[in-house]
């Protein structure tokens, strides 16, 4: 991904914090030794065109090998108690 700075000069993105699944702030640099600016930019999702081609299930089960076991173990015990409800 490219960043360019306000000057029109090339950037670097230094460092990123990612927020969440879908919304990352950008820590910006010129690359202008003259300017120097520095700035923020943030990157985020905003739609799909084309669905993915894997099955929902498949992607399921990847977000959920992907999670820690705490975070599995609460997941499936959320499962549980709405069953018998």
């Given amino acids: 991904m490219r960043v360019i700075c306000k000057c029109g000069h090339k950037g670097r993105i230094a460092s990123r914090d990612q927020l969440s699944e879908d ?9 202008d030794a003259k300017c120097g600016h520095t700035w923020v930019a943030n990157l ?14 498949r992607m399921l ?14 997941l499936f015990e959320q499962l549980g108690s709405q069953a018998r409800v």
């Avoid at 919304?23 to 690359?31: G, H, S, T």
């Avoid at 985020?44 to 299930?57: D, G, R």
Wanted: hydrophobic letters at 30%.
């Fill in 61 to 74: 089960f990847d977000r959920l090998r992907d999670m820690p076991s705490a975070k599995q173990r609460e």
């Fill in 44 to 57: 985020t999702f905003s739609h799909t065109l084309s669905p993915s081609a894997q099955s929902f299930e």
């Fill in 23 to 31: 919304f990352a702030k950008l820590y910006c640099q010129c690359l």
